[in-house]
């Protein structure tokens, strides 16, 4: 484990050449660092990358991302169901740079030509989403992205490098935050951009400047974590499809989303780009925003928490907590009903998650 913050030379030509970049090495850990170096190599074999740069969160990955990659008087166009810290950073803070973002539906992706313009410049989606679990078609955006020349970035924290790989259906970026399935623990904090090295370039010299690099620590906890991940994910999707098929027949559930049941309205795509449906099970209970904290106090054994990915079982009901704050029209807007409930499936025994599930919808 390399925790240093800087690294020493052999004599003053050796830190000319580093400097100069004519030598390749380690300078300082803002820049690179062996574990933080150890840890993207593995992400760029796994997503078939050229280059990537490791980030100290999901968000930094993001932000450096746009911020790097993006001028003044650029544009954006991005699903609308976006994490909503994405949502913030589009809304909230890129305009003041004069970059501004058109959104789509995720139920309406043959209306992306039309929003774009001479100006944009990245197209963006997540899939699977966050909380509502919808599901795009990957080689249809990278089909979009290379005919109008756009970046196409996609943000795979859900299904993670092991179920799904978006550059091999055109992605020129794929961001995770690290934190959720990657750590699979919720230890450490961590976000990755990998994808083209041209572009990983403009990524890396932006956060060698500003500073969101990951720490040494954190990469080699997530190194390690990745030596588990196909096991991890293995067992997070065999236990979230038989809580999906178990919840599809609640009397008290109105609707089931899961990209592996068949009713999801995104099904064949997500049979078509993903090895399995992920850990993430959205369900409708009925009775609204007061069912929903009902249930959330009745839960016993699974975890009240807004993370994700956990070996625990994490229950989160979005509209009287994480989205509370956006109106009913804001929420519904992406799928976040009154009563929209978000399951992170984790490893327990999947009959000990069911009957706590179960018991806290009927109590």
């Known amino acids: 484990m390399y925790v240093t913050s800087s690294f020493v030379f052999e004599d003053a030509e050796d830190m000319r050449a580093s400097f100069s970049e004519e030598k390749q090495r380690n300078i300082y850990s803002r820049f690179t660092n062996p574990n933080t170096s ?14 990537g740069y490791a980030f100290a969160t ?10 790097a990659l993006l001028d003044s008087g ?6 609308r169901s976006v994490f909503g810290s994405t949502h913030t ?6 305009p003041k740079w004069n970059i501004e973002t058109s959104y789509f539906k995720v139920n309406e992706p043959d209306k992306i030509e039309s929003l774009i313009k001479p100006n944009t410049k990245i197209l963006f989606a997540e899939s699977p989403t966050n909380p509502a679990v919808d599901v795009l078609d990957l080689e249809y955006l990278g089909e979009i ?69 990951m720490s040494p620590f954190n990469a080699w906890v997530l190194s390690k974590s990745l030596e588990t991940l196909a096991v991890r994910v293995e067992k997070h999707c065999q236990n979230a499809v038989k809580l999906a098929e178990f919840l599809d027949k609640h009397d008290k559930v109105n609707f089931v989303k899961y990209p592996f049941l068949k009713s999801h309205p995104q099904y064949e795509v997500a049979r078509k780009q993903m090895k399995l449906g992920g850990n993430i099970v959205a369900f409708e209970i009925k009775g ?9 106090n009745n839960i016993k054994m699974c975890s009240l928490s807004a993370n994700l990915g956990d070996t625990r079982t994490i229950v989160t009901h979005p509209a009287s907590t994480t989205h509370s704050k956006l109106s009913e029209d804001d929420r519904m807007e992406v799928g976040i009903s009154d009563g929209l409930v978000r399951v992170s499936v984790g490893l327990e025994h999947v009959d000990d998650v069911i009957k706590d599930i179960s018991q806290a919808l009927s109590s």
């Open 89 to 94: 950073l589009f809304t909230k803070y890129l």
């Open 58 to 67: 999901g968000m930094a990955a993001v932000f450096s991302t746009f911020a």
């Open 38 to 51: 150890e840890f993207v190599e593995k992400i760029c074999k796994m997503e078939g990358a050229e280059a």
């Open 145 to 213: 992205a290379k005919k109008h020349n756009l970046i196409l970035v996609i943000d795979n924290c859900f299904a993670t490098p092991y179920l799904q790989q978006p550059i091999e259906f055109g992605a020129d970026i794929v961001i995770h935050s690290a934190t959720k399935l990657i750590d699979g623990q919720g230890r450490v904090l961590g976000g990755v951009a990998v994808g083209r090295q041209d572009l990983i370039r403009e990524i890396y010299l932006f956060s060698r400047n500003t500073g969101p690099a």
């Open 74 to 79: 650029d544009h954006i166009v991005s699903a």
């Open 288 to 296: 609204g925003i007061e069912a929903g904290r009902k249930f959330l």
